[in-house]
C-alpha cells in the first residue's frame, strides 16, 4: 500500500488536528545519513529505535546520492510512530565560485559545495537526463573510491602488513552500493584488529602505516582510528590520496535541477562557525549568503547543530527563518563516531526555545510539501521551484497536522 494513502485528506486532517492538537514541540532531526552512503549506525532500525529512546518525533534521510534507502526508512520510521522526511545530499562544482577562489561550505575546496534536497518524492523519481548523470556520478565516486583502495594496498605490500583490502568485498559486504572513503578506513582498521591482536602490536603497526608517525588515539578507539586513518592516509598529502576527477562532480544548477525534478526543496547546509569562530568567505556575511541563494533559487537552508555554537546558530537560524528560508537541523551522523540522535550545539549545549520552534516548523513545512506532492500533485514549490510564501504558514499548519496524526495514530 502506498505511504501516503494511509494518511487522511488534507481537510480531514485539519479537522483531525482541531481536535488533536499537541501542546509540545516535538523533537526533530532532519539530516542523518544511513548505513546507504556511511553511517556511524548499523542499520535503519537501529537510528530510529535510538531516536524512540530519546523521544524525537520527525526524522530525515539524508544520503549521498542515494534514495536507496526510502522504503526501508518510511516502513521503520511509521512503525514506531515517527515522522520520516526524503532527503538526499550532493557534492556540486559552481564553477564560477571556483574560478573566483570562494570557498563555500568546503573549506579546503573553492567552489565546490554541498547541496541537499529536501522532500523529495516517495516513491522516488527522476527523469532523464537526471537520471543518467547521477549513475555516472555514483560510478565516477566509486571509481575514484577504488582507485585509493588500490594506492593503499601498494601502501601495505610495500610495509609487509600481511594482508590487503578486497575493494569488491567492502562494496558488497559493508555498503548498500555506494563506498565512501570512510568505509576504506573501517575496513582497513578492521583488517588491522584481525591481523594484530595485541595493544602494542597495533600501536606498532599504525606508527610503521603513517611512516613513523604514532598513533594518536587509543588502540581501544575505533572511531578515533578510523579518523586518523583517513586523515594520514586517504587526505590530500597522504600515500592513498587520489584527487577526485571532474566527473565526480555535477556542477550547482543541475543538481537543483535534479533535486527539482526528484520532487524536492534544494536546501543548502551552513558549516557556519567553526571551533575558533571562522567563516568560510561564502557565509561570512549572512546577508551576503541570503542574497546569493535567493538569486540562485535556493529557498532553504539547513544546520548540523553540533557543529555550532548556540550563539551562531541563534543568530543565523533567526535571520534566515525571518528572510522567508526553510530552515532545518540535523545532526548528519556521518562519521564512525555514535553521538545522541536528539539535537544539540556545540560541546553538548542544549539547543533554544527559538531554534527548537524553527526546526519544527521548516520540518512542517518539508512534511507538507511531501504529502501535497504526493496527493496533489503540488507542494510548498511552483514548477519553477520559487516558494509560495504566502502559502508558508498555511503549509506548516498542515504539516504540523500530519507529525501528530502519525506520532499518535502510528500507522504502520
Known sequence: MDFWTRLPGRDEMLNWYKKNSADTIPSVNAHLHTPYSFSAFRDIPQALDMAVNEDVKVMGINDFYSTDGYAEWATEAAARGIFPLFNIEYISLNKGDQLAGLKVNDPGNPGRTYLSGKGLSFPPKMDEPFASALATVRNE???HVAGMCGKLNDLLTTIGAGFLLDFEQIRSTMTKGMV???HLAK??????EKQYTTGDAKIAFYQKLFGGKPLVASPDAPASIENELRNNLLKAGGPAFIPEPAAAFLESEMVCKMILNQGGIPTYPFLADDNNGNFTPFEG????????LK???IWSVEFITTRNSLEVLEEYVQFFH?????VTLGSEHNTPAMEPIKLF???KTELSPVLKEINYQGACLVAAHQYLCATEGQGYLDQNGKPFLDKRDQLVSLGMALITYLNQTNHA
Not at 187 to 192: G, I, N, S
Not at 285 to 292: D, F, L, N
Request: hydrophobic share 30%.
Open 180 to 182: 565512501r572513503e570512510r
Open 187 to 192: 575496513a582497513l582498521r578492521e583488517a588491522v
Open 322 to 326: 525571518r528572510e522567508g528560508f526553510v
Open 285 to 292: 556575511s549572512k546577508e551576503q549568503a541570503a542574497g546569493i
Open 141 to 143: 565516486s566509486n571509481q
Open 295 to 297: 538569486e540562485r533559487n
Open 345 to 347: 550545539a556545540r560541546k
